[in-house]
């Protein structure tokens, strides 16, 4: 499995930005794809996730209402649009998957990891 994210850059606070992922490898029906992010001196923390086959999708309190994920079957890509942001959502993101996840919210649950795309959001 390979996750190839891209998009991120530097924005305004209160802009809008767009990353996306790339997934290959396996037929990810079932699975669990999301976007964790990292800042510096801080832990990987969880942002938002959605089950691949049945689109439901969970976000983190500190996001919700700001982001929306998405995943195109046909491309195999998963979105993550995330509106009115924040310094605070300074970070690199990474988006993760897993074919079985007991703890969405947590990093450990997942087994294969992008790269990661930096996001920085000037205030």
């Known amino acids: 499995v390979q996750l190839q994210a891209s998009g991120g850059g530097l924005v305004q606070a209160g802009e809008s930005l767009s990353v996306s992922c790339a997934a290959s490898?396996?037929?990810?029906?079932?699975?669990?794809l999301g976007w964790f992010r990292q800042a510096p001196g801080k832990e990987r923390e969880f942002v938002t996730s959605?089950?691949?086959?049945?689109?439901?999708?969970y976000y983190a309190d500190s996001v919700k209402g700001r982001f929306t994920i998405s995943r195109d079957r046909a491309k195999n890509t998963v979105y993550l649009r995330m509106n009115s942001l924040k310094p605070e959502d300074t970070a690199v993101y990474y988006c993760?998957?897993?074919?079985?996840?007991?703890?969405?919210?947590?990093?450990?649950?997942?087994?294969?990891w992008g790269q990661g795309t930096q996001v920085t959001v000037s205030s």
């Open positions: 993760a998957a897993a074919d079985k996840v007991y703890r969405i919210t947590s990093a450990s649950g997942y087994d294969y």
């Open positions: 490898g396996h037929p990810f029906s079932g699975w669990q």
């Open positions: 959605i089950t691949w086959s049945s689109a439901t999708t």
